[in-house]
């Protein structure tokens, strides 16, 4: 995790720019979306029919006999990409670099999801397109230290945007992964969730009504095997935690 940001570095001009075309950008995205949203017209070209619920679009309304056409849209932040390297492991554990850990696990979370029929924005750590990102949700994914933790160096964490206008979607996408992440993987969950989880930079930047998780998979440390040898199977667990919170799936108490 730890990420630093620089607010005298060169970013803030071009974040400036991006963010006043992005302004011109969300608003043309808005009307596709609800185009695409209430004239319930046949999916052609960018839409298409999903049989996925859309969380918090669900008002019950019918759109005539036409099956509303719905797309879903996920945001996969991949830590420190375009920023720094992140936690990085001495030579002797292998050399690994947090940041190169994080994109081959998303990346493969994206392709998994897309593979489901959702559309993915993979992000980037101060990705300018996280300003006011509208999604179904928005998932940042970070890997804990290298170093060695004598007792309980061990598990992951999972934090939520707390100033989320929907928190009660907020607190479901965070269970539906918490639940799907630690069955799948088999890692413990990890009850230690620091400040720099909590006052993540991108929770304030997403659009208030796009729910925000960040989720450390594990400890480079000791939990490296997994990371590193079977980044699927980690793929796997926050697809599935994604996909419970997309399609509304029971969690089953642990
Ligand atoms: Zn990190």
Redesign the pocket.
């Known amino acids: ?3 630093q940001y620089d607010p005298n570095g060169k970013q803030p001009q071009s974040r400036l720019l991006a963010k006043t075309l992005k302004g011109i950008l969300n608003v043309s995205l808005v009307a596709v979306i609800s185009a695409t949203l209430f004239t319930a017209l046949p999916a052609t070209g960018i839409g298409f029919k999903s049989p996925l619920f859309q969380p918090g679009q669900n008002t019950g309304e019918s759109f005539g006999s036409e099956t509303p056409v719905v797309t879903l849209r996920v945001g996969l932040v991949v ?2 990409w375009g920023h720094d390297v ?2 990085i492991c001495p030579e002797s554990l292998g050399g690994f670099r ?1 940041v190169d850990i ?1 994109y081959t696990i998303a990346d493969l979370t994206r392709q998994y999801l897309q593979s489901e029929g959702v559309n993915v924005d993979l992000l980037k750590e101060f990705d300018e397109q996280l300003t006011g990102y509208k999604g179904d949700a928005l998932i940042s994914i ?3 230290t290298c170093e060695y933790i004598p007792e309980l160096g061990t598990g992951y964490k999972i934090a939520e945007a707390v100033d989320n206008k929907r928190p009660e979607q907020a607190a479901r996408l965070m269970a539906c992964l918490n639940n799907r992440y630690g069955s799948i993987t088999g890692l413990r969950y990890d009850h230690r969730i620091t400040p720099d989880m909590t006052s993540y930079h991108a929770f304030s930047e997403v659009d208030p009504n796009t729910p925000a998780v960040i989720i ?1 998979t594990g400890y480079m440390n000791q939990d490296r095997e997994l990371l590193t040898k079977n980044p699927s199977l980690v793929a796997r667990g926050i697809t599935a935690g994604i996909m419970c919170y997309l399609n509304r799936e029971e969690i089953s108490p642990e």
């Open positions: 995790m730890k990420i830590g420190h992140g936690a947090e994080n970070h890997a804990d450390e």
